[in-house]
């Protein structure tokens, strides 16, 4: 199914009419430029807050494409229960990007950017972050787009209230309790990925005396990425069950 990503909808004012909205340069010149789409076609469009909208194009211009959009529904394919993963930047920002990319495909509902005693990039801009999720999200055909924040320091970080499971992924701890059997289906959860040299031993005890539970991946270490999505398919895997 291809879709298109317009952002900012009302499903509650779209239900009772339907209403004509224009999209951006970019996704116009996709649908007039790239798809050839002609006023009259039909289009499959996301809200990125989990609605699925029927568009029809009144204009297919590179620069306004116009639209009247109607069908509002809600994805009945999401899970009601959310992942949240707090991950520290690797130094090569293609590493971190590729996370985004791929966890948007496999649906995290938000990801936190964390500056750790061993991190090595201890800033990331999330406007081309936000940029690569958004074209996962299309390409996916998901309709809730992960909200994205900025970077923060890891004690900081801490201090923020989270009402569901909280729990860090930490290399250096013998703990054997698996990510996969801790999750509880339909339960909130939070996962701390660590830097490429992982969290330090006050970070991970500062973690654990927030309520953070110490848990395993596997039998082998993973990189920041790789933990990243890997959290994220145990987290689905859990939920499927």
Known sequence: MQLFFL??????????????????????????????????????????????????????DQRQTRVWISEPHADKRLLTNKLHIAIAPTKNPDRIEWFVEKATEMGVDEISLLSCEHSERSRLKTERLERIAIAALKQSGRSRLPLLHETVDFERFLQQKYAGEKYIAWCETDVEEHLLHKIKKG???????????????????????????PVSLGRFTLRTETAGLTACMLFHQANLE
């Open 7 to 60: 952002p900012h909808l009302n499903p509650e004012a779209i239900q009772a009419q339907k209403i004509e909205f224009t999209f951006d340069e970019n996704e116009s010149r996709h649908i007039a430029k790239s798809m050839r789409l002609k006023p009259g076609d039909v289009l499959n469009i996301t809200d990125g807050a989990g609605f699925l909208y029927k568009g029809v194009i009144e204009e297919a």
């Open 187 to 213: 339960t909130d959860v939070i996962v701390l990925i660590g830097p490429e040299g992982d969290f330090s031993k006050e970070e991970a005890d500062a973690a654990i005396a927030a309520g953070y539970q």
